[in-house]
């Protein structure tokens, strides 16, 4: 049953992200050099209606959060490392797959990359588990729970600080 | 045919929606990155790779492991594909295409070129989200959702490398 769940939650996903016109080199890379803002839109507005709803079905207690580990040295290295990946392909990981059901034959080569990649970083884990990955490590923690206060109050800045940046999109015409 | 696009907001606003029913039906946030690392042991497995000699395929019971095959998020990134597909045909902007004109218009034409930067692309941010833990599926969308530290970390370091590079890449040469 969950394979199903994937696939159909997987070709929901596919089906916006098409319909929005945001699965093209030209949208995904528009957007790193500033120059069309459309893929940042979506994602933003997506992170603003998910953190609502995921925050509401969890204090009513009807899922739970599964927040991934933080690790200052892990994220800042693999996150920088990932936007030079990002940059070069256009794709990002979800967005390949897309990609290349548009027509994008491009992107199975990332998918490739993606492939030995993965391989790569199955010899190098050891490493970096001890070198990157332990600095900075603090566990599952949330930007409410360090802050010490409640997470609407976090939500609510969080839209805030979101809306602003789509004023300032749609001011410049991004 | 209709291929007028959809309002960015609007659509950012239904995959906000998808994610939320997608943890409340199948208890799963969205994510994507996991599943090349896991297909990368599936690959090594059946080419006869001692894929144990790797701890990272071994850890956690196994959860990056052959074993983890098939699981949800391998069904939900074959369902990105199909459902992009669909769209595509349905609306009539499907096509085939081997060099976005962007790229083209900078780098040329040639095929081999762009695959050759495509594949390294490819790997470093399968390397880089590995690292971080997540993509910016599973770290943005999902993590931010959750309001976790490590997916304002993590997105913010994926926009800054990317930005940069793709400021780089396509940088007047001119001056």
């Known amino acids: 049953m969950s394979l199903i769940f994937g696939l159909i939650t997987g070709i929901l996903?596919?089906?916006?992200?098409?319909?929005?016109?945001?699965?093209?080199?030209?949208?995904?890379?528009?957007?790193?050099?500033?120059?069309?803002?459309?893929?940042?839109?979506?994602?933003?507005?997506?992170?603003?209606?998910?953190?609502?709803?995921?925050?509401?079905?969890?204090?009513?207690?009807?899922?739970?959060?599964?927040?991934?580990?933080?690790?200052?040295?892990?994220?800042?290295?693999?996150?920088?490392?990932?936007?030079?990946?990002?940059?070069?392909?256009?794709?990002?990981?979800?967005?390949?797959?897309?990609?290349?059901?548009?027509?994008?034959?491009?992107?199975?080569?990332?998918?490739?990359?993606?492939?030995?990649?993965?391989?790569?970083?199955?010899?190098?884990?050891?490493?970096m588990k001890k070198y990157i990955i332990s600095i900075g490590s603090y566990g599952k923690i949330s930007l409410p729970q360090i802050l010490g206060v409640n997470h609407w109050i976090v939500i609510v800045a969080l839209t805030i600080l979101i809306l602003v940046m789509f004023i300032v999109f749609e001011k410049k015409r991004l | 045919?209709?291929?007028?696009?959809?309002?960015?907001?609007?659509?950012?606003?239904?995959?906000?929606?998808?994610?939320?029913?997608?943890?409340?039906?199948?208890?799963?946030?969205?994510?994507?990155?996991?599943?090349?690392?896991?297909a990368a042991s599936v690959i090594e497995k059946s080419v006869g790779i001692d894929y144990s000699q790797f701890e990272y395929f071994t850890t956690k019971k196994g959860k990056y492991g052959p074993g983890s095959l098939p699981n949800w998020q391998l069904m939900y990134v074959i369902g990105i594909a199909i459902g992009a597909f669909a769209a595509a045909r349905f609306s009539g902007t499907f096509k085939a295409e081997t060099v976005p004109p962007m790229w083209k218009k900078k780098f040329g034409s040639s095929r081999i070129k762009r695959g050759v930067v495509a594949f390294t692309g490819g790997a470093l941010g399968l390397i880089g989200a590995r690292l971080a833990g997540g993509c910016p599926t599973g770290h943005g969308l999902s993590g931010l959702s959750q309001l976790s530290v490590s997916g304002f970390i993590a997105l913010a370091c994926f926009a800054i490398g990317a930005v940069i590079t793709a400021k780089l890449l396509y940088r007047d040469r001119r001056g």
């Not at chain 1, 957007?31 to 204090?59: C, H, T």
């Not at chain 2, 696009?5 to 906000?16: C, D, Q, R, S």
């Open chain 2, 1 to 38: 045919m209709k291929n007028k696009t959809w309002n960015p907001y609007l659509a950012g606003a239904l995959v906000g929606i998808l994610l939320v029913l997608s943890v409340i039906v199948a208890g799963k946030y969205l994510g994507a990155s996991t599943t090349f690392a896991r």
């Open chain 1, 13 to 127: 996903f596919g089906f916006i992200l098409q319909r929005s016109g945001i699965l093209s080199y030209e949208k995904q890379v528009g957007a790193l050099r500033l120059i069309d803002m459309a893929v940042f839109k979506l994602m933003l507005s997506a992170i603003i209606v998910g953190a609502i709803g995921i925050y509401f079905f969890y204090d009513i207690g009807v899922i739970k959060l599964s927040l991934k580990a933080t690790s200052v040295g892990g994220q800042v290295a693999g996150g920088l490392i990932f936007g030079v990946g990002w940059a070069l392909l256009g794709y990002c990981p979800g967005i390949s797959a897309g990609a290349l059901g548009e027509g994008h034959i491009d992107a199975l080569w990332g998918m490739f990359g993606m492939l030995f990649g993965g391989a790569v970083y199955a010899v190098i884990y050891p490493f």
